[in-house]
């Protein structure tokens, strides 16, 4: 048979942001800014800035040295370092297996948002239900998941080149600018309450995310801070799910690696921050301090709509330009989750590419149909509040974020720390004589600290810490 050569990035620019649009995503949209300002503002920022900083680099600088040095994609990527541990591919081919799904359900519910907005029927989201009724609609839910489905599936058959670099390349940019522009706007905003006549400023609501509240910390407070924290970070960097092992193993060998791991998180961190920035302020300003605590869906679909409204007639060309930024965000996430599927079928079975994603299309059309069919013929109460926990969608998130991923992270770290060593991952990040500044750091992360705090995470999945 005909040695192929494997597809690659172009250089660390095509590298740095196709894994930044994976970083990227709903996570730092709807669950970074929340949690900060439910934890303390300006002190949960701290603690994910340094957690980041030794945590997060010593995970992701490990997946992405797993691929590059292994030239192979999850699934078969660790049973190359140690025949032992090939188990832990096919936990990290099965989490975006899992995830993939529903991912483009909510891809869906985005989509049909942007084109509310693109209609000018803003105002038609504000009404009462119009979430709940969407979502437990027989077709529209699917017919948009569809369409969502569709664009990732054009994004990976065209490959990594020519689909997930060159559209990474456009999107990534003009994402961070609306990112930008909506949260320097968001400072801005002024609203008086009819009913208490109140003035509430983006500038105190910008108070609220940054400044540090100390109030009523206890250690045990502080110790759930850190564990939302580092669960957020987990997600944030696409950890876990064998994406930036894939990812790695399409960077090319004189790339400076530490340098790339740098800029994607700086990425998004930065991504993530302008976020709270854009969201807390205008939540705050237009919905009031209560709605802060008010998360995930229910967050970007009920509450600010309803923000949007309020903003008089420019809240239409908001809304748009929000939407439009959440659907890049999640399409180059979900992207990066269908990569890492498809390269680990192309590099196991042998398929084509196009085989590979055919198949995978295919796939998920059928799981992804039941997911959006779990909002009515498989609900399983009679209510349609927004969602629940207990449908299938929550159900297929907990698997994979809280079970799964930490079991993948905690054995790779077991592998890379203790038995093929961390000099596996040293010796590929300075293949070509490039500086590991943090080397030392990066030894005692793998070994020690992060299988503690990983443990940590997941038996705080299991409530232990209440
Ligand atoms: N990292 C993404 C975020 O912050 C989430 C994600 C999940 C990406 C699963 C890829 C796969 O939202």
Known sequence: ?????????????????????????????????????????????????????????????????????????????????????????????????????????????????????????????????????????????????????????VIVYKGVEHGIE?????????????????????????????????????????????IPNFEGITFGKFLKICLDAMGQLFYSLSIAMGIMVAYGSYMKKEVNLSKSINQIEIFDTAIAIFAGMMIIPSVYVFAGPEELSNAGPGLIFVTLPRVFDSMGSFGQFFGLMFFVMVLFAA???????????????????????????????????????IVCLGYNVFYFEKSFAVVNKGQILDFLDYVSNNLLMPIVAICTCILIGWVAKPKTVIDEVTLNGEKFGRKWLYIIMIKYVAPVLLTLILLGSFGIFG
């Open 1 to 153: 048979m005909e040695e192929k050569k494997r597809n690659s990035f172009t250089g660390s620019i095509g590298f740095v942001l196709a894994a930044a649009g994976s970083a990227v995503g709903l996570g730092n949209i709807w669950r970074f800014p929340n949690l900060a300002a439910k934890n303390g503002g300006g002190l949960f920022l701290l603690v994910y800035i340094v957690l980041a900083l030794t945590f997060g680099f010593a995970l992701l600088t490990t997946e992405v040295a797993i691929g590059r040095k292994t030239q192979e994609s999850p699934l078969t990527a660790y049973k190359k370092i140690n025949k032992g541990f090939g188990f832990i591919g096919i936990f990290a081919y099965l989490v975006p297996f899992i995830i993939y799904p529903y991912y483009c359900v909510i891809g869906g519910w985005v989509i049909k948002y942007m084109s509310t907005y693109l209609a000018f029927q803003g105002q038609v989201a504000v009404a009462d239900g119009f979430f709940n009724g969407f979502i437990s609609d027989q077709w529209q839910p699917i017919l948009y998941t569809i369409i969502f489905t569709l664009l990732c599936f």
């Open 166 to 210: 060159k559209y990474s390349k456009v999107l990534m940019p003009i994402l961070a600018i609306l990112v930008l522009f909506i949260a320097v706007y968001s400072i801005f905003l002024k609203f008086t309450d009819p009913s208490t006549g109140a003035t509430r400023t983006g500038i105190q609501g910008l108070g609220i995310y940054f």
């Open 331 to 369: 399409l180059t996430s979900a992207v990066s989750i269908l990569e890492a599927i498809v390269s680990s079928m192309m590099d196991k079975l042998k398929w084509s590419r196009k085989k590979a994603t055919l198949i995978m299309a295919l796939i998920t059309f059928v799981v992804s149909v």
